[in-house]
């Protein structure tokens, strides 16, 4: 099976604009979708991008999802950035068999 | 509102087992492929299982196969995840989640946490 790599951690400052990587170890980025989940300190998992790209009723439009297949990556990407946007956040595909696999997480930090 | 609720964690010595219940309300369960998800002390996101609507098609982390089991009952709108041979790395929470279709997650549950100790 393949594997999802993240950065262990990010941090940038309020108002600015930060970008999480997360990169398929083997097959193509694009032949299953990613999805992107938030978990606050202490609190459960949240969906913030689905589909590589969709937003959730509820999902602010700061955040937003992209695909880069030349990368074999995704992208999740947060503008205007604010203190309650300090979370891990985790990427997620799955392979043909509907085998989830999780990206090992980023912890964004805002300062 | 959507709801998952999740119950039946506890302390269970290592080789014994338990069973997790989720009940969920504010959507159509029938509907809806469910998954467990679990996220060990200070660790990431791992998925466990799977079940499709209907529960014709089950899926598991290599980890659980032949120990777990995932299973639902539409007509109580409740999912479950028998836990058997339990080792100290089973220890976790426990979330209860579902979506419409079976590679993502829209709805997530608070969590039950699994401790696996002698």
């Known amino acids: 099976n393949f594997m999802l790599t993240q950065p262990h951690s990010v941090s940038e400052s309020p108002g600015k604009t930060v970008t999480i990587s997360c990169t398929r170890s083997?097959?193509?980025?694009?032949?299953?979708?990613v999805q992107w989940y938030q978990q606050r300190p202490g609190s459960a998992p949240t969906t913030v991008i689905y589909?590589?790209?969709?937003?959730p009723s509820g999902v602010p439009d700061r955040f937003s999802g992209s695909i880069d297949s030349s990368s074999n990556s995704a992208s999740l990407t947060i503008s205007g950035l604010k203190t309650e946007d300090e979370a891990d956040y985790y990427c997620?595909?799955?392979?043909?068999?509907?085998?989830?696999?999780f990206g090992g997480g980023t912890k964004l930090t805002v300062l | 509102e959507v709801q998952l609720v999740e119950s039946g964690g506890g302390l269970v010595q290592p080789g014994g087992s338990l069973r997790l219940s989720c009940a969920a309300s504010g959507f159509t369960f029938s509907s809806y492929w469910m998954s467990w998800v679990r996220q060990a002390p200070g660790k990431g996101l791992e998925w466990v299982a799977n079940i499709k609507q209907d529960g014709s098609e089950k899926y598991y982390v290599d980890s659980v196969k032949g120990r777990f089991t995932i299973s639902r009952d539409n007509a109580k709108n409740s999912l479950y995840l028998q836990m058997n041979s339990l080792r100290a790395e089973d220890t976790a929470v426990y979330y209860c989640?579902?979506?419409?279709?079976?590679?993502?997650?829209?709805?997530w549950g608070q969590g039950t946490l699994v401790t696996v100790s002698s």
């Open positions: 083997s097959g193509s980025i694009a032949s299953n979708y």
């Open positions: 589909e590589d790209n969709q937003r």
């Open positions: 989640a579902g979506s419409p279709v079976g590679w993502l997650v829209h709805y």
């Open positions: 997620q595909s799955y392979d043909s068999s509907i085998y989830w696999v």
